[in-house]
């Protein structure tokens, strides 16, 4: 589908493609509100049959939307037009990373990959402690920009992606080269997830290429979850060793034994620019793995399993051991047994719990999820109450971990969850008489959206707002839309006149266009100047004048001196002559000199032609001119033939 010249939004003009990729195609595009370039990804369209990924999209974009760092693409805006879904985003100057890694073909400074490294680190950190998990961290989704910042694009949309349209291993988004194992085997992924991405990043900067290959994904795949990587040190010796031991220490297959998180591993990025052959990387168990305890009432919970298991009531026991005292040393032995046996495997049923399917508890009510989780041993926290305007209150909005189907968690797992308290309401403020930032400020302290429109008004001063569509102190739901009109004054707008005189006639019209003023173009020739320059314009620089106004300039347009091939019939101009014995001709008679002059200047001459003859010239001119071949005899006699001829479009012609 070819966008370009399309408007999105009412605002969005696309300019032209500008790249591809697996999920979306990107437009460079001209905002007309903000009057600023940006980029626009348009969804694929085999992405937009899709409901549930098209909800989670618009839930993971506005989330990332929400994300403010130098090291971050901002995403501007989010919508769709019919089938047509889009995110428009900041406009980057620069290559990919990916495009550096593959023109530098061979490993890259260590120095300019650590300092790459800490600004995508410094941008995961940031992502990560809003709950953002970017899920798709490769050199191609890294930007450096021209003055050798980096950028992270892609937030949130990978999750999006995951969570709703990926059927089969060969369907994943992404590069499989630099998926964790977590992800390549269709696991739960966290920031851990992107941690392990972000050390293949760094393998594939310093060595000049991938720690796993194959032909395959499925294989490449498969590496991830099986092999250990060649160490990058072994492969580029210039590395420094506290470099290469954070690379293994990202890429450990186990999370328990990765960075927990990216401060963690912003930490050791930092200190190996500052000792870079240090021995401080540590990789080995996870030190900080909570010790379980069991607590009093399971054990006592567990001696009464085991009384049961037993088949007796307790009671029954009383009796037996008074009347016996013989066999209650036996049967004692065997309580005994039995009650160690129960709490042994209580021990190792704490120890190694059950895999139980993760529910999804999203739209339950909290009594309904807390009744589910308590049937699946599952523990269900309530992380905190949010008002949402598509979820009733009450009901869960969302949960951590995310359901995934066939998605097995362990037995007393906490799962955290998101209660709705339903769509919040707020009161629309009085904006009549603001100015259009005030109105725009007080309605979004009110959580509501300013929708703008402008208008002509002699009585109201530009910039002052009108009128508003909802009265003020009504109640309504947060987020709604206050459409306000703001005065453009009397409507009348008085614009300078941009110098013109020397610009291209382009350069002329773009700057015109750009003042709000009307064109009209018309021609002139200059020899002295060049051609397709503006020679005039009809008001004079500086000058003001109402927008709108139509300014003509006068375009330099030197004519090209081309030749035409004349053919002169000079017996049929003269009408010839027959000299015999008995009717002989003068000799003067016979002979004419000829002259063809375009536009009055000599161009031809050919004296002493016989009238007989015919003759043929090659004169030069330019555009059309006049052109007039004159035929004088011995006896004083002109004969004349003119036109009016067009040296652009005819390159011969008959004189007769």
Do not use: C
């Not at 889009?86 to 100057?93: A, F, G, T």
């Not at 994904?217 to 031991?245: C, T, W």
């Not at 629309?428 to 300013?450: F, I, S, Y």
């Not at 291209?504 to 773009?510: G, H, L, P, S, V």
């Amino acid at each position: 589908m070819n966008l370009e010249g399309k408007i999105l939004g009412n605002r969005y003009e696309i300019i032209e493609k500008i790249g591809n990729g697996g999920m979306a195609t990107v437009y460079k595009s001209k905002d007309s509100v903000l009057n600023r370039y940006v980029a626009i990804k348009v969804l694929r369209d085999e992405f937009t049959t899709d409901e549930e990924f098209i909800k989670r999209f618009r839930i993971e974009a506005q989330s990332a939307a929400s994300l403010t760092h130098p090291n971050i693409v901002s995403i501007y805006d989010v919508g769709n037009e019919g089938s047509l879904y889009y995110i428009v985003m900041e406009l980057i100057k620069g290559k990919t990373l990916k495009e550096i890694i593959t023109e530098e073909k061979g490993p890259l400074p260590w120095k300019w990959s650590l300092n790459i490294v800490i600004q995508i680190a410094s941008a995961l950190e940031m992502a990560h402690k809003n709950n953002i998990v970017h899920r798709d961290i490769k050199p191609h989704n890294i930007i450096i920009t021209e003055d050798g910042v980096a950028k992270v694009t892609d937030f949130g949309i990978a999750k999006a992606v995951s969570n709703s349209t990926i059927t089969a291993f060969g369907t994943t988004i992404g590069s499989v080269h630099y998926f964790s194992p977590e992800h390549a085997r269709g696991g739960y992924t966290d920031a851990k997830s992107d941690l392990y991405s972000l050390g293949v990043v760094m393998y594939e900067m310093l060595t000049g290429r991938v720690p796993f290959d194959a032909d395959t994904p499925v294989s490449v795949a498969l590496k991830h979850m099986q092999e250990k990587p060649v160490e990058p040190k072994e492969l580029n010796p210039s590395i420094p060793q506290s470099v290469n031991d954070i690379i293994m220490k990202a890429m450990q297959k186990d999370t328990n034994l990765r960075y927990q998180s990216a401060t963690e591993m912003l930490k050791d990025l930092n200190e190996a620019l500052k000792s870079p052959e240090a021995n401080f990387v540590q990789i080995g168990e996870n030190m900080n793995a909570a010790t379980q305890r069991i607590s009093t009432q399971e054990i006592q919970e567990a001696e009464r399993k085991a009384r049961e298991q037993n088949g007796k009531k307790p009671s029954k026991f009383k009796e037996l051991i008074l009347k016996h005292k013989v066999l209650s040393g036996i049967l004692g032995a065997i309580l005994l047994f039995f009650l160690v046996f129960g709490i042994s495997s209580l021990i190792f049923n704490i120890a190694f719990p059950d895999d139980v399917e993760l529910p999804n508890f999203v739209n339950m009510t909290q009594e309904e999820a807390e009744q589910t989780a308590e049937e699946l041993n599952l523990k269900l926290v309530i992380g905190s109450e949010e008002f949402s305007p598509d979820v009733e209150a009450g009901r869960i909005i969302s949960q951590d971990p995310e359901y995934q189907e066939n998605y097995m968690v362990k037995e007393r797992s906490e799962i955290t969850v998101i209660v709705s308290k339903g769509t919040e309401k707020t009161t629309v403020p009085k904006v009549e008489g603001m100015t259009r930032e005030e109105a725009e400020q007080a309605l979004e302290e009110a959580n509501l959206t300013a929708e703008i429109t402008e208008e002509n008004d002699e009585e109201v001063e530009a910039g002052i707002v009108i009128s508003q569509d909802i009265e003020p102190d009504t109640e309504v739901d947060a987020g709604s839309v206050v459409k306000i009109v703001v005065s453009k004054g009397s409507g009348i707008v008085m614009v300078k006149v941009p110098s013109l005189v020397g610009k291209t006639e382009q350069e002329a019209r773009d700057l015109l266009e750009a003042a709000n003023l009307e064109v009209n173009v018309v021609n002139d020739e200059d020899d002295s100047k060049d051609n397709g320059v503006v020679l005039r314009q009809n008001k004079d620089a500086g000058e003001e004048v109402e927008e709108g106004t139509t300014i003509t300039i006068t375009v330099n347009k030197v004519a090209e001196t081309k030749t035409a091939n004349f053919t002169i019939n000079v017996k049929s101009i003269t009408g010839g002559y027959e000299d015999t014995e008995e009717n002989p001709v003068e000799e003067s008679y016979k002979k004419v000199d000829i002259v063809i002059t375009v536009d009055g200047n000599e161009a031809f001459t050919q004296p002493g032609v016989d009238k007989n003859n015919t003759i043929t010239a090659d004169v030069s001119g330019k555009g059309s001119q006049s052109v007039i071949v004159t035929l004088t005899d011995g006896n004083g006699k002109k004969y004349t033939r003119s036109i009016t001829f067009n040296f652009n479009s005819t390159t011969k012609y008959t004189f007769e």
